[in-house]
């Protein structure tokens, strides 16, 4: 298998912004090999047909079953507060816009939204919200971060009726540092990190990227405390680090574009 030589990094203009930069410096201390490099985002507007079609409508049914979504636009607000995206679909659609020269497993795109990614699960038939989806391209979901890993425990019971009702300011200041929420640019980056390398460690692992390391960047967290672990941990456990560095050894560094 070709070793990944170069990675395309696009930046979003949306909040929550990722500073695209310090992904980059991250990646490159952990493969120097791999030549980086920072794109504007992919040339369309997420208004357009192109990545709406990717829309759900209807959380509890897969894709190919999604009900006509300009009939049903108002079903879709009573479904999901943010819309949903099915991440597979829009893939697809996005690797239709990269270069065909760089379509290859030296290349790895990885694209950054704030739009909200999602996959069917068929063991509970639903669509689960994602913060990363891994391929060509990956996408990492700024939004997903925030709402596809679940919260402190004590966070839901204060939501539920007959839970203690307290404003947000409030409910901000007693779980402070144990979620991430959308004005926290620096912790919506550093989780960036992490989904962006899960999205490299992808491609070097044959598809299979997680770690069930609590430590390691490339732990698959469904708990946000969980992740700010792994952030302030800012590590890999020496199995990913053995393995990104056996990729850096011997080879030759990549050319320019
Ligand atoms: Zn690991």
Known sequence: MDPPRYIHIYQT?????????IVAEEIDKILPICKID???????????????????????????RQPNHEQDSKFMMMMTK?????????????????????IS?????????????CTFDED????????????????????GIIEALAKPREFYLTQM?????????????????????????????????NYALQAIFF?????????????????????????IHTIRKRTLCSYHRNLANKLSKGQPMAGKF
């Open 105 to 117: 497993l030296a290349h790895i795109h990885i694209i950054f939204t704030s739009l909200l990614t």
């Open 82 to 102: 943010i819309p949903l995206y099915d991440g597979f679909v829009m893939q697809k659609k996005l690797a239709e816009m990269i270069p065909t020269t760089e």
């Open 38 to 64: 920072i794109r504007p985002p992919p040339p369309f507007k997420y208004e357009e047909n192109v990545i709406e079609c990717a829309k759900i409508a209807d959380i509890k049914q897969p894709f190919e």
């Open 124 to 143: 509970d038939w639903r669509y689960h919200g994602r913060a990363v989806i891994c391929g060509t391209p990956s996408i990492v979901s700024t939004t």
């Open 13 to 21: 203009a949306s909040v929550p912004a990722v500073d695209a930069k």
């Open 203 to 227: 491609f070097i692992t044959n598809g299979e990227p997680f770690c069930n390391n609590k430590d390691c960047r490339l732990l698959n967290a469904h708990w946000q405390e969980d992740l």
């Open 161 to 193: 009726p007959g839970g203690m009702e307290q404003d947000d300011e409030m409910l901000k200041k007693k779980f402070a540092g144990r979620f991430i929420d959308y004005d926290e640019g620096d912790k919506i980056t550093a989780a960036s990190i």
